[in-house]
């Protein structure tokens, strides 16, 4: 599987279903790149590295974490770039990287989730680091002719949940944000998700990503957010 283009400055590895693994996109700035999520695993990270290769494109130089979930983090210990994310994320982070020195958490993972046993099923051990740089409200990064603008933003999906918005390209990213908390019974916090799509409706973009989805307009996802909210 490769790239898909998206706008001028933007492509993307698409999410793959069967491993449940995020969408990895990557922001071409002049100066500078920014890849957005980790990934799954070290398997993960190559792959997207290897379809950036394909395609004639340098590392990136940042990579920005929308939430601590494994599958969008767990690869960030094989990142060749600069890794950003919100300080809540790195201490769930901390927390992953005590667990994960108990075979028996692993065990647990690989029990509890078919997708994290397809995706670590050559691997006994886990490796988990906390990103290199944090930040709590927002922080934005100028790659050259493009700016990507990072916050943190109340959520139903997790309590550490970063947007990125790419105002130049009219794309917001938003991880897994509009979702139910699944480490939580799958509770849909009614207030969270409706501060979170005042956000996206008050943000000048026209479309939106979601990190296990195709890419969606903006008024789509609006629509179909306000069938859940109530
Ligand atoms: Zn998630």
């Not at 792959?47 to 990579?63: I, K, M, N, S």
């Not at 670590?120 to 934005?140: G, H, I, K, N, R």
């Amino acid at each position: 599987m490769g790239l898909i283009q998206l706008t001028d400055r933007i492509c993307y590895l698409p999410h793959e279903p069967e491993v449940d693994r995020p969408m990895l996109a990557y922001v071409r700035g002049d100066k500078f790149t920014l890849a957005i999520d980790a990934g799954y695993s070290a398997g993960h990270v190559g792959d997207f590295y290897a379809a950036l290769e394909d395609w004639g494109l340098p590392r990136p130089t940042f990579t920005a974490i929308t939430h601590w979930h494994y599958d969008h983090t767990f690869g960030t210990h094989a990142l060749e770039s600069i890794s950003i994310a919100h300080k809540r994320t790195n201490q769930f982070l901390a927390q992953q990287r005590e667990l994960v020195k108990d075979p028996a958490y692993i065990r647990s993972l690989k029990q509890e989730d078919v997708h994290f046993r397809r995706e670590y099923a050559e691997q006994e051990q886990v490796t988990v680091v906390l990103s290199d740089m944090e930040f709590e409200q927002e922080l934005t990064l100028d790659l050259g002719g493009v700016t990507a603008r990072l916050f943190h933003t109340a959520a139903p999906h997790s309590e550490d949940t970063v947007c990125i918005c790419i105002p130049q390209e009219g794309v917001l990213f938003l991880g897994d944000s509009t979702s139910e908390d699944f480490f939580h019974d799958c509770y849909m916090d009614q207030d969270k998700l409706g501060q979170l799509m005042d956000i996206i409706r008050g943000t000048d973009c026209q479309t939106c990503i979601l990190s296990h989805c195709e890419p969606l307009k903006k008024e789509a996802l609006l629509t179909y957010l306000s069938t859940i909210r109530n």
